[in-house]
């Protein structure tokens, strides 16, 4: 039996003779019953069997789940390091710790036929390829973001991205909370920002925000994927709708409208006033209190409304709130403009795969402060950007559509010069939602080009990236994802 494409690429596949076959009787067999339950619930709806979920010694025909500290302890990255072992007797997945077992939960998903996706009943022979791999990722970092200021999205749709960029080996969701547009967060004491703040987005409409309890959902639930959340409360531009609340935090004191555009750049909190860093207090106090992951991005692009000396004095103190706070602040590039950041503030590049504008300087400047860096480099990865001329959704200010040929047409490891991978993160693929309105449409945009963006952020070494992705399009329609074009 063939393998199939697998996507990430795998460090280390050695292909054997047989078979496995999935049968009514197979049992889950692991003392870690959350990951047993969510393997079972990833197996019943296509194959229609009961997978029961037991601990104790296994049998021929189970599949085990078992954590071993010396599994894959050549791989790497141990954290998420994982070894899967299939033969004709049993599947047993290993590893020094679940966020491994998870990993290795979703190879087996795809030695399995691409009907295993389905949500209903499938008819399907559920053999898995005999097979011995040994995996780890390159990056600890691979995240997606979801802008949910410009349009509003709430808990079942974050929900079901979740799911499906877990499939991929995705560990981080960067959530953006707050813009021009919208404030999307319930902060206690700060009420207007969730009544006049949150009730506009792009082109008008209702808005929308997240309660405490809402965003407490989605951050369990995406640690049941092990995916960690990290907020983004953009400041000090991109401000209009906090001010909308709160117009004592604009620099006038004025209030200014709802805005429903996408232009950037023309807002500013007031970087003098007292109330502004009472308010910041406030807002990272209580998202930080809410979310178990160690970064909060405090933004700090296109504050094109700041004065240059009013920003470092800004992003200087909101670095340190943040870690007073005990979070590592992270922000985008621009930050790299001031010397005086928090020890440890990590820097987003969004710049493109040949830096503009100094971008390389100014990341440059966060590693030197004692930062690291993620990587979305703009032309490659923002998948805000039109996949094909014409598309109907999507933008084209990097000045070109990005087709899924150019998603990982770059090199991490020299993206910014003087800059090492000991000092990168990881890959980050950010969706800004200006034309985006509803869960298809999420659909549309993302996939299939994060499916690059996951291969070259956990592979040491990818190729035929285009193929492989390619290769995978039967497993997002079984599994009812609604791509755009490849």
Known sequence: MSLPVLLPQPRSVDEKEGTFTITEGTRIVTDRPELGDYLASVLRPATGYEFAV???????????LEINAEAASSAGNQAEAYRLVVDGRNVIIDAPADAGLFAGIQTLRQLLPVEIESRTPASARWEVPAVTIVDAP?????GVMLDIARH??????IMQLIDNVAAYKINHLHLHLSDDQGWRIEIPGWPELTRSGAESQVGGGDGGFLT????????????????????????????????????ELAPDGAKPTPYTGIAVGFSSFSIEADVTYRFIEDVVGHIASLTPGPFFHLGGDESLATKDEDYCTFMSRASRIVTSHGKTPV??????????LAPGTVGQYWSYRVPQDGADDQAVSIVRQGGALILSPADAVYLDIMPESGFRLGLEWTGAPTPLSQVADWDPATLVPSVGEENILGIETPLWTETVETAADIDALIFPRLLAVADMAWADAVS???TRVRALLPRLDAAGVQYGPA
Do not use: K, L
Request: proline share 4%; charged share 20%; net charge negative.
């Open 54 to 64: 037991s601990a104790g010694a296994a049998a021929e025909g189970d599949i085990v």
């Open 464 to 466: 035929n990236s285009e």
């Open 138 to 142: 390159r990056f600890a970092y691979r």
């Open 212 to 247: 405490t309890s809402d965003y407490e959902q989605i951050v369990h639930y995406a640690a049941s994927r092990f995916i960690t959340v990290v907020p983004e409360i953009d400041m000090p531009g991109h401000t209009n709708a906090a001010m909308v609340a709160y117009p």
């Open 152 to 157: 509003f999205f709430g808990v079942d749709t």
């Open 331 to 340: 922000g985008w590039h621009e930050i790299g403009t001031c010397a005086d």
